[in-house]
């Protein structure tokens, strides 16, 4: 016998495409993949600085949310929760592979910055600038603990609210806005040198 | 849960320094954010994503059926050799697990409400800030009532004791005598 299965609604919200993932629509899955795919691989970008693992991060992070639903139970938004699941994969990404620092392909490395602005005399300047501006905020990220690298990602590249940011890490807001107080004061000498290009 | 968020919390401390520097650095990590990857490898990853939730292995499989194997391989050695063990009864000390290093964690930051001042020494009054600087309120000032003396020492430096003088008009006024009294003058 058939099984009728309901139409997922168009515009649906994440709690209705969850319920028809679960119903089997293939397309709520679509439909959430292309929602949160980018602050997803933005997370796990920065706490890796590397394209192909923040990928298998974004990855893994969309398998365990989705098989894992048991955890989330809604007691956030699926946002949230997404992004706890693949902040956290990054970072046991990061240990496994020995952490590469953050330091991306396109990225100058330490002392090559004058290099790099020769190489790129004829680029643009501003995707010069862009470079060097995030090679430096990679650096200044690097000198932050791994819970307050994390508090900060998810607040700046996740874009969540601190309530959010203490549901996503299991914490209070006070602890929350804590970490964020830590992280902007080590992260003020990047403000104050953007400040000064 | 966007709809729930307050406005603290979406623009939080928007008019001081550090609400502003945090949203400062938000957007420029906005701004510097390295290209992302093409359509085609979404989709490629999209597909990974669909083959570990819908595929054959079904939901709630894990996305690495091997560490499934490797898992139940493992405990079944953990269990022969307990079975073992429990059978010559040898007693091999086990070491104890080192604890992992904790990250670098910050305190929490204590609401006003967390802190109660039970005793403090004389000498680090100026040190401390009560409230919320700077006090833009009406200070209030404590009334003799509100004052009890439980104990007097001498001076260290003059060698002059404390006088407690409580006034009419004045709610409390206390001040150095230059009064010589016994050695163990007044203790309570």
Redesign the interface.
């Known amino acids: 016998m058939a099984t009728l299965i309901a139409p997922c609604p168009h515009g649906a919200s994440d709690e209705q495409l969850l319920a028809c993932h679960a119903a089997g629509h293939r397309q709520a899955l679509d439909e959430l993949f292309r929602r949160y795919r980018q602050p997803a691989y933005r997370v796990a970008y920065r706490l890796l600085g590397h394209e192909a693992d923040a990928l298998d991060a974004v990855q893994e992070g969309f398998i365990k949310a989705l098989t894992h639903l048991h955890g989330f139970q809604g007691r956030s938004s699926f946002k949230t929760w997404l992004l706890r699941v693949v902040s956290n994969a990054a970072l046991d990404l990061g240990r496994q592979r020995g952490r590469r620092e953050a330091i991306s392909l396109d990225a100058p490395q330490n002392g090559d910055v004058a290099s790099a602005r020769l190489l790129s005399a004829d680029e643009a300047g501003r995707g010069l600038e862009r470079a060097d501006l995030r090679h430096q905020l990679e650096q200044a990220l690097a000198s932050l603990s791994e819970v307050q690298r994390q508090t900060f990602v998810l607040f700046a590249d996740g874009e969540l609210s601190y309530r959010e940011i203490a549901e996503a890490m299991q914490t209070s807001i006070g602890t929350v806005m804590s970490r964020l107080f830590y992280a902007r004061q080590k992260l003020r000498s990047f403000l104050s040198e953007r400040d000064g290009v | ?2 709809h729930d ?1 307050d406005t603290t ?2 623009h ?1 401390g928007a008019d001081d320094e ?1 609400g502003a ?2 949203l ?3 957007s ?7 290209p ?2 093409d359509e085609a ?2 989709q490629t ?2 597909a ?3 083959a ?3 595929g054959p292995a079904g ?5 690495r059926p091997l560490w499934g194997i490797v898992g139940l391989t493992a405990a079944a050695v953990i269990l022969a050799s307990l079975l073992t063990r429990s059978l010559w009864k040898t007693s091999v000390p086990v070491p104890a697990p080192t604890p992992a290093p904790r ?9 006003a409400d967390d802190v109660t001042i039970i005793s403090m020494d004389a000498r680090d009054v100026a040190a401390l800030v009560v409230g919320e600087p700077p006090v833009s309120g009406t200070l209030v000032f404590a009334r003799p009532e509100d004052i009890r003396v439980i104990r007097c020492e001498r001076c260290p430096h003059s060698g002059r004791f404390a006088r407690l003088e409580p006034g009419e008009e004045v709610p409390m006024f206390v001040s150095a005598a230059a009064v010589e009294l016994p050695d163990d003058g007044p203790q309570k």
């Open positions: 849960m966007s968020r919390e979406e939080p550090r520097d945090l400062r650095l938000r420029l990590c906005r701004s510097v954010f390295p992302e990857p490898a979404w990853l999209l990974r994503v669909h570990s939730v819908d939901r709630g499989r894990s996305s990250a670098e964690e910050p305190f929490p930051v204590a609401e």
